[in-house]
C-alpha cells in the first residue's frame, strides 16, 4: 500500500532543474531512473554520489539520476555551488512542489527506484554505503533494464 501510494506520487510529480524547467519521470521513459532526495550537509547522501557517477558511466543507456534537493536547508545558490564544485552526471533538481514531504516519513537520504516504464521498483530510507548502495542499485539496473 505504501509503495503504491509513493508511485502515485512520483508518476504526477513534478520537480524543478537548476535552470528553471520541469522535470517529471516521464521524461526518462525507457531508463532505470534513481531519484535521490538529498541535501548538501547530508553526508550519508553525498557518500554515495561518486558510486552513483559510475553506474552512470556503465550504463549511459539504461541509467538516470535524478538528485532532488529538498530545499529545507538548502537555498538553490547552494545546490548551484555544489554542482560547480562537482562534476556528476545527474539531473539536478529542486523539491519546489514538496514531493518530498508527501513520501518521506523519517528523513535522508531516500532513494526511489523507477522502472523505464515509470512504475515503482522500490523505495528506501538510508543508505548501505558507497559499496552496498552501488551494488544494490546494479542489481536493479540490471534486472530492469530494457536491453
Do not use: H
Request: proline letters at 3%; aromatic letters at 10%.
Amino acid at each position: 500500500e505504501e509503495n503504491a501510494r509513493i508511485e502515485s506520487v512520483i508518476q504526477r510529480a513534478t520537480f524543478q532543474d537548476v535552470e528553471g524547467n520541469d522535470v517529471t519521470i516521464s521524461d526518462f521513459s525507457g531508463k532505470v531512473v534513481l531519484i535521490d532526495f538529498w541535501e548538501t550537509w547530508c553526508g550519508p547522501c553525498l557518500q554515495v554520489f561518486p558510486a552513483m557517477d559510475s553506474l552512470k558511466t556503465e550504463y549511459p543507456d539504461d541509467f538516470e539520476v535524478l538528485t532532488v534537493n529538498l530545499i529545507d536547508a538548502d537555498t538553490k545558490a547552494d545546490v548551484e555551488q555544489f554542482i560547480a564544485d562537482n562534476e556528476y552526471d545527474f539531473v539536478f533538481s529542486m523539491d519546489i512542489n514538496a514531493i518530498g514531504d508527501e513520501i518521506i516519513t523519517l528523513g535522508i537520504p531516500f532513494k526511489v527506484f523507477i522502472d523505464p516504464n515509470g512504475f515503482l521498483i522500490k523505495a528506501e530510507l538510508g543508505s548501505a554505503g558507497t559499496q552496498g548502495d552501488y551494488e544494490m542499485a546494479k542489481v536493479i539496473i540490471e534486472d530492469n533494464k530494457r536491453s
